[in-house]
């Protein structure tokens, strides 16, 4: 049966990493994670419609096509149909929706867009398809489809992701940051980036970023933030190694990287701070260059 609804308008935000180490390699062939992910302001946004037979479309709405990345495929690779697939198989659903999504979030930078979309899918068909799967079960669906899909299914602020980063731990955040995120031209295949990680090192604790976030003494996180994924990254695109430095030498702050890149980001503290951060950026080359905020 239908829901009272028949059309629901979701976000679907994109993720930081301010801390990522990797443990170790896993018999499955993934690494073993422990990262702390931080929900943004940046969004797609998506629209879905319920339709009584149980077919499936999806549109990309963005009257500016530069606006949605040139690898966003349409077919039933993507995680949006994908996603409304697993939930179909899972509950044996005869509905289905006309999706449409307003994209923004870039592809291949690290910031989880597809992955985003994903999650928001299963918590939005679950609405307007009425079948009150509980929040358990989306997160055992959630993990079929990507690494990063719990985080949004769990729909927190701020959270350590362990595991291959489906096992999600919210901790507290207390006060806002502001980013300047930068993606150079060419993004990063995850698999490529975690392939080129160094033999042996020593692991380093989420402890102080939590720490960090949870007190509020936000103006701390840029001494304890940290990516296992950034060096292996940059070996693997120059253009991301080249984007990083200029940041450094314009803004005269660190860079991080979100993820396997090949976003890169500064830490500000206010939108207003940032803003006259991303000043000297401009004409930098890069395919997108943003303020976001937590
Ligand atoms: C690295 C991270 C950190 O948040 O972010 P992104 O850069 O993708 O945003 C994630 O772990 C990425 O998660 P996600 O993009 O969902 O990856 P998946 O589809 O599950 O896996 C893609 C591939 O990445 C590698 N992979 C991913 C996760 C993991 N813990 N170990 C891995 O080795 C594997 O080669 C895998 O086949
Ligand atoms: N709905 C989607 N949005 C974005 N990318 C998608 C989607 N579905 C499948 N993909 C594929 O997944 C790849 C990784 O996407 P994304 O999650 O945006 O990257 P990342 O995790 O590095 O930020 C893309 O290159 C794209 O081909």
Not at 146 to 155: A, W, Y
């Amino acid at each position: 049966m239908l829901n009272t609804a028949t059309s629901i308008c979701l976000s679907a935000p994109a993720k930081l990493n301010v801390f990522l180490e990797v443990l170790g390699k896993r018999d499955d062939g993934f690494h073993e994670l422990e990262s702390v992910m931080l929900r943004t302001d940046l969004c797609d946004v998506l629209h879905f419609e319920a339709t009584s037979d149980d077919q499936l479309t999806l549109r990309v709405a963005n009257s500016d096509p530069t606006h949605v990345a040139a690898d966003f495929p349409l077919d039933e690779s993507n995680l949006i149909l994908r996603a409304a697939r697993a939930l179909q198989q899972a509950t044996a659903s005869t509905l289905g929706a006309a999706i449409t999504i307003d994209k923004r979030i870039p592809a291949e930078a690290g910031l989880a867009g597809g992955s985003s979309n994903a999650a928001t899918t299963l918590l939005g068909l679950n609405q307007l398809w009425n079948l009150k799967l509980p929040k358990s079960e989306l997160h055992r669906l959630a993990a079929t489809l990507g690494s990063d899909v719990n985080f949004f299914v769990e729909d927190c602020r701020a959270a350590v992701c362990r595991g291959r980063g489906e096992q999600i731990e919210p901790i507290p955040m207390a006060g806002s940051l502001s980013f300047v995120v930068a993606r150079p031209p060419v993004g990063n295949s995850t698999p490529d980036v975690f392939r080129r990680l160094g033999p042996a090192y020593e692991h380093r604790s989420f402890q102080p970023v939590s720490d960090v976030l949870a007190s509020g003494r936000l103006q701390n996180l840029a001494d304890v933030a940290y990516n296992r994924l950034t060096e292996p990254a940059r070996s693997l695109n120059p253009g991301m190694a080249k984007l990083m430095q200029q940041m450094n030498e314009r803004c005269s702050r660190p860079v991080f990287m979100s993820g396997s890149g090949s976003t890169c980001f500064l830490i500000a503290h206010t939108p207003r701070e940032a803003r006259r951060m991303l000043t000297p950026l401009v004409g930098l080359n890069t395919a997108f260059l943003a303020v976001v905020r937590i």
